[in-house]
């Protein structure tokens, strides 16, 4: 299999900061902190713990940077920006890394990626997913913060397809996270930086390149939203993620993106080509150790469509409350739902009582 990671081999005397990657993933753990001045640290399950009592020092943490950064890379990160990348270690590890700088010197944020691709009914996901991977046009959306599995639902879904129908998918995404081997579809995964300069470049490139499905890791500024729009409108389906808490408050963000002036063209192309909007966050679970996904499911139906079209998009919450039979569902019934099954606790939870006791 193509490997879309640098290949990194630890020198015989065994660098600690390779040593605490392994450990990190074999640990579980769902991020990994290494910062000047800091004692390299973990979080599992929502609560941090130190791997070491060694504080990094400057030259420590500049050496392990060059030796994970090609040289392209490196040249960024010295130029004082953010560095992403995906790392592979010995053919075993991998990890998505993001470099930066604080006022302390060089931080790295790692986060151990599993090398299988779970199914999408692992991810706890509600079943309408499994529908959803039929459509042929349109756009989904996957929203939530960072840390909440946006990037696992999509290699889940597009796995899903790939092992059930022949298509062509093609992937743009800083860093790729999920190797994908071909099964029934033809997948081509591209990473911004390496393969293709932007997000909107790896969209406007990929619209001639026929594909069937276009994967684009984040929707983050008003060219890539513009072109996702356009191109699901043009019989592709689009899948993209977006940083918003609610369903609700993507439509939003989508729409106020662009002027006063587009903004009623836009709400046409929402209304025209939205499929649905999932909104998922991680919560810690208080009946055994672990994490669970709660979700928000926003379906377009006809009278959505209308409310997205004429701007009423705070009237739509309503229709997702009593929405059951079309398959939506907001946040407080998820939750609710998964109090009910003594997953999560209200009383044990501020997260979950922040999102029952909001008004949204």
Request: charged share 25%; with cysteine; aromatic share 6%.
């Amino acid at each position: 299999m193509l490997n879309a990671y640098p290949a990194i081999h630890p020198p015989e005397d065994g660098h600690p900061l390779f040593s605490w990657l392994q450990q990190a993933a074999d640990q579980g753990a769902s991020d990994l902190f290494m910062s000047v001045g800091e004692s390299p640290t973990v979080k599992i399950y929502g609560d941090f713990k130190k791997m070491s009592d060694q504080v990094l020092d400057h030259q420590t943490m500049e050496d392990f940077i060059k030796s994970i950064l090609p040289e392209n890379k490196f040249k960024e990160f010295s130029e004082g920006k953010d560095v992403d990348l995906g790392l592979e270690i010995k053919d075993a590890y991998r990890f998505r890394v993001n470099i930066f700088r604080d006022h302390k010197g060089a931080s790295l944020a790692v986060r151990p990626l599993p090398n299988k691709i779970p199914a999408l009914n692992e991810l706890g996901l509600p079943e309408v997913f499994h529908d959803l991977t039929s459509l042929k046009h349109g756009l989904i959306l996957i929203t939530g913060p960072a840390g909440s599995g946006k990037t696992t639902t999509l290699a889940s879904f597009i796995n899903t397809i790939n092992q059930n129908e022949g298509r062509n998918i093609i992937t743009i995404e800083d860093p790729i996270e999920y190797l994908i081997a071909n099964k029934r579809s033809l997948i081509h995964q591209r990473e911004v930086g390496l393969d293709t300069a932007s997000f909107s470049d790896g969209l406007r490139s990929a619209l001639r390149e026929d594909p069937d499905v276009i994967v684009v890791g984040e929707l983050r500024d008003l060219e890539s939203i513009s072109l996702a729009l356009r191109a699901a409108e043009t019989g592709h389906l689009v899948l993209g993620t977006l940083h918003s808490g609610t369903a609700i408050q993507a439509l939003t963000r989508i729409v106020d993106i662009f002027d006063s002036v587009r903004q009623p063209e836009v709400m046409v192309q929402l209304a025209q080509s939205l499929q649905c909007v999932c909104s998922q966050t991680l919560i810690k679970r208080t009946d055994k150790p672990g994490m669970v996904l709660a979700t928000e499911i926003l379906i377009v139906t006809f009278a959505i469509s209308n409310l997205i079209r004429q701007n009423r998009i705070h009237e739509i919450r309503g229709f997702m409350e009593t929405g059951r039979a079309e398959k939506m569902h907001t946040f407080k019934q998820s939750m609710t739902q998964l109090i009910k099954s003594g997953m999560i606790d209200k009383e044990k939870s501020s997260e979950v009582r922040e999102i029952l006791d909001a008004k949204m």
